[in-house]
């Protein structure tokens, strides 16, 4: 066997030697080039590519120490965004996962001498939370997305909204009382002199009506309350009755509330739906043959837009566009998870199917909607749950 068979030990050992890291040391950041040992390094800093990319840097050096300065920063904040989110880690062990990609930009290369330095100016810039421990620095990244901010914003709006039943009842109750009350004069009580015309008689009280004064003001409302709510049930029971047509009841400030959030719900879009778990058809005719009208699952949504979707007959695995894909509707009875619109992202099982207006009914069977009946959801809006 040849001593530069492609199969020979040493041959072998050079490959595996390419592939991993070498020594900081033996690396040419303006070149991009990594020399294995002391030997290759000393020739590349001696050959004719080398000294003409000296040459360049010399002309602007401040040039290319923000541009390797800036890629820095961007990939290692796009590594801790993209893989610890906004949890508090220690700097460490983001840069040692940085690090581990072989074509990074070294840290020598740019504006900061030391990961110290690099998390201090991540706190003064405000894009990181940091703070110093025994055991070294901890940063936590600061997500400012428009879509993470607008969620966060809903979600606090809901929690306003999501008012305990008793709140939303005495609400409503002290808003008819006040209703009621608006334009009334209430009655004050009649005071008289206690008088004994007859000294070996028995005392008598006679009290007018509503003069007693041991009725406090919490209890005339809640009397004035009941009083107002049995009569609106004895004028609609009456109604009923004789047939008369109900009249129109003014909206209540709860649910004018209500209503617009319904109607918030119905149209708060986004022009992107994949979401993981969920069945799709392949629909592209670029794969007309193999896959074209095949069934697949998601298991990764790309950027929001795209999908690694596997395909159910043959588990081969493809990455698609959206437009390459449709929703698929299963029969009643099966879940299904709702992909667009206000009620996004809920669980829910599949009620009835109208083709005529190519829409679906639909009962929310987890979260804080639970219980609640969606109609007039359409095909594009809802997929099978794997």
């Known amino acids: 066997m040849g001593k530069s068979d492609f199969l020979s030990p040493k041959a072998i050992s050079t490959r595996i030697k390419s ?29 004719q590519s080398h000294q003409r990319q000296l040459l360049l840097a010399a002309e602007n050096p401040q040039q290319f120490m923000d541009y390797f300065s800036e890629e820095f920063r961007r990939n290692f904040l796009e590594l801790l965004r993209r893989r610890f989110g906004t949890r508090r880690v220690h700097n460490n062990a983001v840069y040692n996962e940085y690090i ?23 706190g003064r810039e405000g894009l990181c939370r940091v703070d110093e421990t025994p055991k070294g620095w901890y940063i936590q990244y600061i997500d400012r997305d428009p879509e993470t901010i607008r969620r966060q ?77 049995e009569g609106a049930v004895k004028r609609t029971g009456a109604a009923q009755c004789s047939g008369q047509p109900k009249k129109k009841m003014k909206k209540s400030a709860l649910d004018e509330i209500m209503e617009l959030e319904e109607e918030k719900k119905r149209t708060s879009r986004t022009d992107y739906w994949l979401q993981r778990d969920i069945i799709v058809k392949i629909v592209t005719k670029k794969l007309e043959g193999k896959y074209h009208k095949k069934k697949a ?57 109208n083709e005529k207006r190519s829409s679906v009914t639909i009962t929310i069977n987890s979260g804080p909607l639970k219980g609640r009946r969606v109609e007039d959801i359409q095909y594009e809006d809802v997929s099978k749950l794997a």
């Open 153 to 229: 914003q809903e979600q606090k709006r809901k929690k306003k909204q999501d008012l305990d039943d008793e709140e939303k009842t005495a609400q409503l109750v002290e808003q008819q009382v006040r209703r009621g009350l608006e334009g009334k004069e209430l009655e004050m009580p009649v005071y008289t002199e206690l008088s004994r015309e007859n000294k070996d008689g028995k005392v008598t009280f006679k009290l007018q009506k509503g003069a007693s004064t041991s009725v406090s003001a919490s209890s005339q409302t809640s009397v004035l309350a009941l009083k107002m709510v």
């Open 100 to 122: 581990s990609h072989r074509e990074h930009i070294h840290m020598n290369a740019t504006q900061w001498e030391t990961l110290t330095d690099f998390t201090k100016w991540l």
């Open 19 to 47: 592939k991993g890291l070498q020594k900081l040391r033996w690396y040419c950041q303006m070149c991009q080039k990594q020399c294995r040992d002391e030997n290759g390094f000393k020739c590349h800093c001696m050959s």
């Open 297 to 353: 699952v998601v298991k990764e949504v790309i950027d929001k837009y795209a999908a690694i979707v596997k395909v159910i007959d043959s588990g081969d695995k493809l990455k698609l566009d959206q437009t390459h894909l449709e929703t698929v509707i299963p029969a009643p009875g099966k879940k299904v998870l709702v992909l667009n619109g206000g009620y996004r992202g809920n669980e829910g099982i599949l009620e009835s199917i």
